[in-house]
């Protein structure tokens, strides 16, 4: 059975860095585009980072140039968010799907249950 589980949310300073962790099972890793969306309270889930099987990284323009996706070829992918803005709050979920490039939820077939980034002013 496919699990996707995150890890490595928390409360940071606004300016400050933090890395998310993927760990996914029950499928080909290797084989699988992973996404990164995020969704902050009473707002829909949005677009982040994806690192498609292909290797490509693409990422919404309100990330863009401040996190970085990227994967193991193992069973993990990772997101590291640096010069964190307080816009930034919310929860942050891995995603597996099949297409490259895939921006938006329905793209994705697996989903974790998500870990909760905080960033304070």
């Known amino acids: 059975q496919v699990q996707l589980v995150e890890s490595g949310g928390g409360l940071v300073q606004a300016g400050g860095s933090l890395r998310l962790s993927c760990a996914a099972s029950g499928l080909r890793f290797r084989t699988y585009t992973m996404g990164w969306f995020r969704q902050a309270p009473g707002k829909e889930r949005e677009f982040a980072a994806v690192?498609?099987?292909?290797?490509?990284r693409t990422y919404a323009d309100s990330v863009k140039g401040r996190f970085t996706g990227s994967r193991d070829n193992a069973n993990t992918v990772y997101l590291q968010m640096n010069s964190l803005k307080p816009e930034d709050t919310g929860v942050y979920y891995c995603?597996?799907?099949?297409?490259?490039?895939?921006?938006?939820?329905?793209?994705?077939?697996?989903w974790g249950q998500g870990t909760q980034v905080t960033v304070s002013s």
């Open positions: 690192i498609s099987w292909s290797g490509d």
């Open positions: 995603a597996a799907g099949r297409r490259i490039g895939a921006m938006k939820v329905d793209d994705y077939e697996y």
